[in-house]
């Protein structure tokens, strides 16, 4: 219905909303100038969250029988020893094998490459040849990208010492304090708004966090369980191609299936190309399982994101970080997902009431 001054109603609701998401978007494209700016502090910070998430379980543990700050001090060890054990095993494994898995996955491309020519596609050189010219391109570019977006990360030798000053200061201070911090930096949001955004961050942390202790289950189950399907394939190199898989599977939804077909290659090469399908099986068994059964069970609704959205994610954090974005990308989603199912009252678990003025202390 027209209004007085002869505009739809309909029309000034949807403008309404259209100013209003125009204002947050800008809003939200002068704080990632701002972040992009200090971009190597921003990520030692979140990092040092990412540490603190690890540990914080191990700490509160051993802080049942141990002072806080030496059971911190222990709980980092404990930490640190696991994930050296862990690279230890890894890179172990893929410099004593690295150069018979390259040479296997060379030949594994070798016979798909004797298959274009002589199966159903009946590819001629010239045809192989641009599409291996293609893919050498697009490797290449993804290559650089990545190695261009790691150094401008890291940046120079000073920037490196600051970000890892503040990594070090994070972990101590998230670890030994982060009630303090919350607090202080709630203290200085309006009164009216202080409940919600105090629920808001707490829930982005609880979905953080448990992403960041369910994602290295998830990549030592995903690796145990091929290195274990690998085995009873009889497939050769199953220690390193598990190792593959682990680093893969960081990357939610897509990570561990790319990583899996470079075990499909070694099988083709060296066991045939029944078990090289049987390997291809292997992968979808696993990636059922990871996504049906492990990620339910280890992050529960941590991430509660459709796959479809997760992939876009990754898509998105690829573009504008490379790795470090992919890999990024999966929380930090899961976190926004969270507070805008509270912020717009769909989560019955945090029922988004009035404000109350700031929140008690915990």
């Known amino acids: 219905m027209p209004t007085t001054d002869g505009i739809p109603d309909t029309l000034k609701s949807t403008a309404g909303i259209i100013w209003r998401v125009l204002i947050i978007l800008a809003g939200l494209a002068v704080l990632a100038t701002i972040m992009g700016r200090i971009f190597p502090v921003v990520f030692a910070l979140f990092f040092a969250m990412l540490v603190t998430a690890w540990t914080m379980p191990v700490m509160n543990l051993f802080h049942k029988f141990l ?3 030496i059971a911190m001090v222990l709980a980092l060890i404990a ?4 994930i050296l054990a862990i690279m230890s095993i890894v890179i172990t494994s893929s410099i004593s094998e690295g150069p018979r898995l390259v040479s296997a996955i060379q030949s594994g491309f070798r016979g798909i490459e004797d298959w274009l020519k002589t199966g159903p596609l009946q590819f001629n050189d010239t045809q192989i040849t641009n599409l291996l010219e293609q893919a050498e391109s697009f490797g290449t570019t993804v290559a650089k990208g990545v190695l261009t977006g790691a150094l401008s990360a890291l940046g120079s030798i000073g920037t ?3 970000a890892g000053s503040v990594f070090i200061f994070g972990v101590l201070f998230f670890l030994l304090s982060p009630e303090k911090i919350w607090g202080w930096i709630i203290s200085w949001i309006p009164k009216k708004a202080q409940t919600h955004i105090d629920t808001s961050g707490r829930i982005a942390w609880d979905s953080i966090a448990g992403y960041t202790r369910g994602i290295v289950i998830v990549a030592l189950c995903d690796a145990v ?4 399907g690998l085995l009873i394939l009889q497939v050769p190199l199953a220690p390193a191609l598990a190792a593959v898989v682990f680093f893969g599977a960081f990357i939610p939804v897509i990570g561990a299936p790319i990583a899996t077909f470079f ?7 060296e066991r045939g190309p029944i078990v090289a399908l049987l390997v291809i099986l292997l992968t979808v068994i696993v990636g059922s399982f990871d996504g049906d059964v492990l990620q339910p069970l280890v992050m529960g609704k941590a991430v509660n994101l459709h796959p479809l959205a997760i992939v876009f994610a990754i898509a998105a954090g690829s573009i504008a970080l490379g790795i470090v974005g992919a890999l990024i990308a999966v929380p930090i989603a899961g976190a926004i997902y969270g ?3 509270y912020l717009t009252n769909r989560d019955p678990e945090h029922p988004y009431l009035p404000a109350t003025g700031p929140p008690k202390p915990t």
């Open 67 to 69: 002072p806080k700050p």
């Open 79 to 82: 930490i640190g020893a696991a």
């Open 160 to 162: 490196l010492i600051i």
């Open 225 to 228: 369980l091929v290195f274990i």
């Open 263 to 269: 075990a499909a290659l070694v099988a083709l090469a």
């Open 339 to 341: 507070v805008a199912k």
